[in-house]
């Protein structure tokens, strides 16, 4: 395919689940059997067409280091330099792929989950789905917080009107913390916008106009990355900003859960890696010490949290906090290599982390529970299922053989030349995640049957995991078994635009360091 239908292809994956969506919102008269079908569409496209970008992506032709580049004018250019550009480079293009298969697998879980209002729940999940596929594809940084914006409203509507547990109150403390996670960071954007001098928004102008004599001055990138830092950190759950977090996951529908915590939770570090370091690389080497200590608290300290919880989606909530606390690891090392141990950590992360929570509700269907000490046994009624949880288990802890091993390894040893003690702590969280990992498997398959459990599986007798179930969890555990085989299929892309991107950060650090 020539660029131009490649461009329209990237277009066409953000623009797929939005066009479903509006469909969905002013089709009432549409049977439920044709809704279901669009809403499939809506999600099997953007993943046909993010597996093709990813296939092309090294043979395409590079404007800036961005393929498939492609600008829309929406009038807004000359008067505020704001325009729709979409584009992909190497740090993109594997969240933007990981957000399409996540996207996929919730919204086949969501298509089956037999919700009340499934029309309306299926429109907001697409409208969600392409705002998180817009943020990724997005190079002009007003549309990346825009498609950000756009994915977030959907998941306070979801959590409050199809939520279990505390709804209200979840989806009301997610919209406090959010808002003003938000809020920082947009400030953050438009006082580098504004300090920068660039003619527009996007991320080429801004990287051209900050490179060399144009960099911003060490005082003001140490503010400015502060907002964005504390920004970002509030919309990833960075400790102590992080309890709207486990809230919000337990009290999401599972599709929700699936989205937020594998991709939508991802902009912030995302934001880190793409924007804030190549920008203000002096900002960040003030802050990243503390930022160190922050995600070491996200490791060790709401990791024996996530230890202590009898309930398993609580379980898979915390856990979720604690692992991203590797992801600001790498970005506090401030290096190539820690950079790209965080982009795979955050690929493994959405994938490992939406299977979970896919499996957990699972679990419950079959249990009626998700106490844990009300569970055991379930391996004989439903091994295949038994089977899957297992394996998305010891992905999440970053066993070797799958995706999530290649993030924590590099992040581990990119840390490793800058502090020993703090990677022997970071070390900690793989042995937090493995107690609480082994023994949640060991609770609920393995052990004699409780009583109350065997009176709820008389009472509903279901089978083992169905097909509908089966299909989302292979797509995502057969893309950690290839990446956990393959990782060279996302190293490759990430390594030449890192290379590109992270050296003139190095070298502005060392100097620092000199003086």
């Known amino acids: 395919m020539n660029d131009a239908t490649l461009q329209l292809l990237l277009q066409l994956a953000v623009a797929t689940p939005l066009a479903g969506g509006l469909i969905l919102a002013f089709g009432n008269l549409l049977p439920k059997r044709v809704c279901k079908l669009i809403a499939f569409v809506g999600f099997l496209v953007p993943l046909l067409v993010a597996l093709h970008l990813w296939w092309a992506y090294a043979a395409a032709p590079k404007t800036s280091g961005y393929a498939f580049l492609s600008v829309t004018d929406l009038g807004l250019s000359r ?8 584009g992909l480079n190497g740090i993109s293009l594997p969240l933007f792929v990981m957000a399409a298969l996540v996207g996929f697998a919730a919204g086949v879980s969501a298509l089956n989950s037999g919700a009340e209002r499934l029309k309306q729940y299926l429109m907001l999940l697409l409208v969600m789905h392409g705002g998180l596929l817009g943020v990724f594809a997005s190079v002009d940084i007003f549309f990346f917080y825009f498609f950000h914006e756009f994915a977030l409203i959907p998941t306070f509507i979801m959590v409050g009107l199809w939520g279990g547990r505390d709804r209200t109150y979840a989806a009301m403390k997610m919209t406090i913390y959010l808002t003003v996670g938000a809020m920082l960071s947009l400030a953050g954007l438009i006082a580098i916008y504004t300090k920068s001098g660039a003619a527009s928004f996007d991320l080429i102008n801004l990287r051209l106009a900050l490179a060399g004599d144009g960099a911003l001055l060490a005082s003001l990138q140490h503010h400015f990355f502060g907002l964005l830092l504390f920004g970002f950190g509030i919309l990833v759950s960075l400790w102590p900003f992080h309890t709207w977090a486990p809230l919000g996951y337990g009290a999401a529908p599972t599709a929700v859960s699936m989205l937020h915590a594998g991709v939508l939770k991802k902009f912030g570090l995302y934001g880190l890696v793409q ?47 604690m692992h991203v606390g590797y992801g600001f690891l790498g970005v506090a090392t401030l290096t190539t290599l820690g950079a790209g141990g965080a982009v795979l950590f955050m690929v493994a992360h959405g994938l490992s982390v939406a299977l979970l929570f896919l499996l ?19 391996v004989k009624r439903a091994p295949v299922l038994a089977a899957f949880f297992s394996a998305a288990m010891l992905a999440s802890i970053g ?26 702590l970071a070390l900690l969280g793989v042995v937090i995640s493995a107690v609480y990992g082994l023994r949640a498997v060991a609770k609920i398959f393995f052990g004699e049957e409780t009583e109350l459990h065997a009176k709820y599986a008389a009472a509903h007798p279901t089978a083992d995991l169905s097909w509908s179930a089966r299909l989302p969890a292979l797509v995502l ?9 393959w990782p060279k299929a996302l190293t490759t892309p990430l390594n030449a635009t890192l290379g590109e991107i992270y050296p003139a950060i190095e070298a502005a650090v060392k100097v620092v360091a000199t003086q």
Do not use: H
């Not at 490791?299 to 230890?307: A, E, K, N, R």
């Not at 555990?477 to 085989?485: D, I, M, N, R, T």
């Open 79 to 86: 008067a505020v330099g704001i325009a729709l550009k979409l």
């Open 275 to 321: 924007i804030a370091l190549p920008l203000l690389p002096l900002g960040a080497q003030d802050w990243s010490q503390w930022l160190v200590w922050l995600a070491l608290a996200n490791i060790v300290i709401i990791g024996l949290v996530t230890m202590a919880q009898r309930d398993l989606k609580q379980m898979i909530s915390y856990g979720s906090v």
């Open 360 to 378: 957990g509700q699972e679990v419950l269907v079959r249990t009626g529970t998700f106490d844990l000490t009300q569970m055991g046994g379930l």
């Open 399 to 424: 066993l070797p053989g799958f995706a999530g091993f290649w993030g924590e390894l590099t992040i581990f040893l990119s840390l490793w030349t800058i502090s020993k003690t703090v990677t022997a």
């Open 477 to 485: 555990l057969a893309a950690l078994f290839f990446l956990g085989f």
